[in-house]
């Protein structure tokens, strides 16, 4: 299984904090997991993806394999 | 040189964390504290910062080694909190102590604005009232933050 | 906005007055405070602080009302020390509160160039050791201290 | 009389922290009353005057009345 993390208002979107899925896991199976508005949310310039705590510099190279964590990372608030 | 980074989920008194944090180096020039403290106002009732365990404590512990190198400190605390949180009560601390004022005060600035713009944090605040003013609302990033940034680049 | 500016003969501790200073401004978004103490090293065994009472006080009102002006501050506690210091006892403490961290981090740094830079204290430290180097020694102005006033100019 | 306050290392020079002289002083009688070295150290362009506190933009114009002080100031220490 790989951890989705739902970080932020994408736990608002999701309406979960975390899930399991199936390994492995690329872009394109993470997008058709989601509903529209959360991969659009997903897809926006502004998400980074990091798997296993390391962001990705292109979250559409995603390659989660059974065992890890795929964070989905809105833009941090700030003060 | 000491640095030390906590993330809490409880309330802390910064003072508490200061003076023993200052008298742990001896022969010190300076020491430079921002306590930043969740406002009051606009009908906010509650602050809630969530984090992400796994990239937040590394982060601030990356950030933490930067500063202290770049500006040559003595030692360096830096106390985040997570959770929810009531105007009034302190979000974060940092202190630097350093031979002299410069590096103190500019670490302390430095950190700061890496936080605010950099951390794994997520903040919502709990506004009064009904309807979709009432409630809990997403803080978006503030432009201010990534100016402040540049300053160090 | 409230002000107070303190000059004491005796010791003081800084954790006492920054928690009454930061309890006495609900609404604060930070606070930051700048300590320094008087460095041990280089035989230095005492410090001496002279000031001029007719001109020291009334200076440090002035650069109190002028930095929580320009910063927007909610308040402000400058303190500083005079008479004789060991290594380790504060000399100076400069405490701001404002509403964002951009203004209270600023306060600070530019009291503190001022204080250094401008205000109207003498300073000597006695240095263990027989013969030229031991004994009593007047601190000459640093250019440092003048470079870093011209940034606020 | 007129209260001379001699500050920092002119503390030393002096071998006083305050003096009384009479009314009225200018900058010549000034000079007159302090030895070489120290009037050499006044009319230095790093000592400024102050009369009741106020300091002098040009110290030469120094005119103290009776009851006033005339304070003697070296470069601040720093930090």
Known sequence: MVTLIF?????????????????????????????????????GERV????????????????????????LLPPVSGG | MAISVQLLDTPFNPGALVGPFTNAHPGLGGV???VGEVRGGN???????????????PGMKKLASLAAQRFGLMGLLMVHRTGVMHPGEPI??????AQHRRGAIDAVDFCMDHLKARSW??????????????GWHWIEPR?????????WQ
Chains 1, 4 share one sequence.
């Open chain 1, 7 to 43: 970080l932020g208002k994408l736990a608002d979107l999701a309406g979960e904090d975390t899930r399991e899925v199936a390994a492995p896991l690329d872009w394109d199976g993470l997008l058709a997991l989601c509903d529209t508005p959360l991969a659009d949310e997903i897809s």
């Open chain 1, 48 to 71: 980074k993806i990091a798997l296993d705590g390391d962001v990705l510099a292109d979250k559409t190279t995603l390659a989660a394999l059974a065992g890890s964590e795929v964070a």
């Open chain 2, 32 to 34: 430079c504290t921002f």
């Open chain 2, 43 to 57: 009908g906010v009732e509650a602050l809630e910062l969530t984090h992400y365990e796994l990239m937040t404590r």
């Open chain 2, 92 to 97: 974060v601390l940092v202190s630097a102590c």
């Open chain 2, 121 to 134: 944090f997520w903040k919502r605040e709990k506004r009064s009232g009904a309807g979709p003013n009432g």
């Open chain 2, 143 to 151: 432009a201010d933050d990534h100016t402040d940034l540049a300053r």
